[in-house]
């Protein structure tokens, strides 16, 4: 937190020794800018998100990468970028360019430097002349004189060749560049924000693959470095949420969802080797192959390591399946068995010991029954096509199959679904809408046939 003192006290005693206590900054008392002033040192020194949207969350360590570009912000020195790939390298860059003071119009203009051939890499950075080279038909203007009096972003900088370095360099300590083809060159006021993801450091140090002396300029402004995402997990429920909209925004007729738990939770504990990039084609993707959907279940992620199955990843629980291998009299255990087991319970008055307390253990196990059996009908009527690959849970089949009775309506099914899950001990009713079938049969049925409130006694 930073730490700022007021005092009416004679500035060269009191700054002296907070400052050895980590005073960030001193303010007399009654000095009419002291207001603005501790304004700035909030904006340079405080932990603060990013309240455009630019850059989303608010971890630690993303919080001190925000710092530290707001910093580095009030200076046209270079900046150096460093994170794994998918961190949010061009966002932060952008972030960085939009907390420069009086910044304006000024332009900003990002170079994927990783998309550029050694061919292309000095006519894109420099521009090129008419008939410079095959191909060069007409004049081009190059990206640093486009960024001329803002920022230019070059991401992957590792691959830059050696003759780019070179004229690179130039432009830092000169303010020039010349276009490929050219005699004269062209003054230009540019602060370059680069980012990589290797080990340019490594390079420099050696004199192999990388000048020493531009990598210096590089970073005279400072070195960011942005968190993984596997380090930053708090913040993937806001990237979640910022990414489902996103793409229902661009996905014509997708229904606005809400994000189960369970998925959500299976998203945390995913490790995200290609951090916020992955994140965002994940929920992208269940987003384009699920659009009528209302809630984002387990089953429409498709993560590295993992598997689908129909109605996604709802392999049988062991609360709502038989054991293998359960027999009755040497046979394979089947339901209609349980109907036999049932006649031959033997309730002895004469034994009350034998069954006292067992009502809630019964109960409980009427309910893993009804439970199995429900969750086994919405599996054999669920439907899987085009639009719905991961497979849709349909209480209306499901219940008509559950009950043999074809006249059944949709609301009568909903209204038994809801009377089994209402008939459940409580605990019993968390296990099953633990389960992503029962749960989303459960939530369908509510919206088809709501609870009704219950109506007051008037006198």
């Known amino acids: 937190l930073p730490v700022v003192i007021l005092s009416s006290m004679p500035r060269d005693g009191v700054s002296q020794q ?33 309240t455009s949207g630019t850059v989303i969350g608010r971890s630690r360590g993303l919080l001190l990468a925000l710092r530290a570009a707001r910093r580095a912000a009030v200076s046209r020195k270079g900046v150096l970028l460093r994170g794994d790939t998918g961190t949010g390298k061009e966002l932060l860059a952008r972030y960085l360019h939009n907390q420069t003071p009086e910044i304006g119009d000024a332009p900003y203009v990002p170079v994927d430097s990783g998309a550029l051939t050694p061919s292309l890499y000095a006519s894109e950075l420099f521009g090129h002349r008419r008939g410079a080279f095959t191909g060069a038909t007409a004049d081009r203007t190059g990206r640093i004189v486009q960024a001329d009096g803002g920022d230019l972003f070059l991401d992957e900088i590792g691959n830059m060749p050696d003759d780019v370095q070179t004229g690179l360099l130039r432009a830092i300590d000169q303010k020039e560049v010349t276009p490929v083809g050219a005699q004269a060159s062209q003054h230009v006021d540019v602060r370059f924000i680069t980012a990589t993801n290797v080990d340019i450091e490594g390079r420099a140090a050696t004199g192999h693959g990388f000048r020493a002396d531009l990598y210096y300029r ?21 990237l979640v949420e910022e990414f489902v909209r996103n793409a229902e925004a661009v996905t014509v007729g997708t229904m606005q969802r809400s994000v189960d738990p369970q998925a959500l939770e299976v998203l945390v504990q ?23 959907v209302e809630y984002l279940v387990p089953g429409h992620l498709a993560l590295a390591g993992t598997t689908a199955s129909p109605l996604g990843d709802l392999a049988p ?23 036999e087991l049932a006649r031959r319970i033997d309730v002895d008055t004469a034994n009350v010991a034998s069954w006292i307390g067992c009502w809630t253990a019964l109960q409980e196990a009427h309910a893993e029954i009804a439970a199995r059996l429900l969750r086994a009908s919405l599996l054999a009527t ?42 459940m001990p409580a605990s019993a009713r968390e296990r099953a809408l633990a389960d992503p079938v029962l749960r989303c049969a459960y939530d369908v049925s509510l919206r088809l046939r709501p609870r009704r409130a219950k109506r007051g006694r008037t006198s």
């Open 218 to 238: 590089l970073r005279e402004g400072g070195v960011i470095h942005l968190p993984p995402l596997r380090d930053r997990k708090e913040d993937i429920p806001l």
């Open 317 to 339: 629980t062991p609360e709502f399946m038989c054991k293998k291998g359960a027999t009755l009299d040497g046979e394979p255990l089947k339901l209609t068995d349980l109907f």
């Open 270 to 292: 995913h490790d995200w080797p290609g951090n916020i990039r992955e994140l965002r084609d994940a929920v992208f993707r269940a987003v384009n192959e699920n659009p009528d």
């Open 382 to 423: 669920c439907r899987v096509d085009v639009k719905s690959p991961e497979g849709e849970v349909r209480i209306h089949p499901a219940t008509r199959l559950l009950t043999g009775d074809a006249t059944l309506t949709a609301s009568q099914g909903a209204d038994l679904i809801k009377r089994i899950f209402s008939a």
């Open 18 to 50: 907070f400052s050895r206590l980590g005073a960030l900054g001193f303010l007399p008392r009654g000095e009419p800018n002291s207001p603005a002033v501790l304004r700035d040192y909030l904006w340079r020194h405080g932990l603060l998100a990013d």
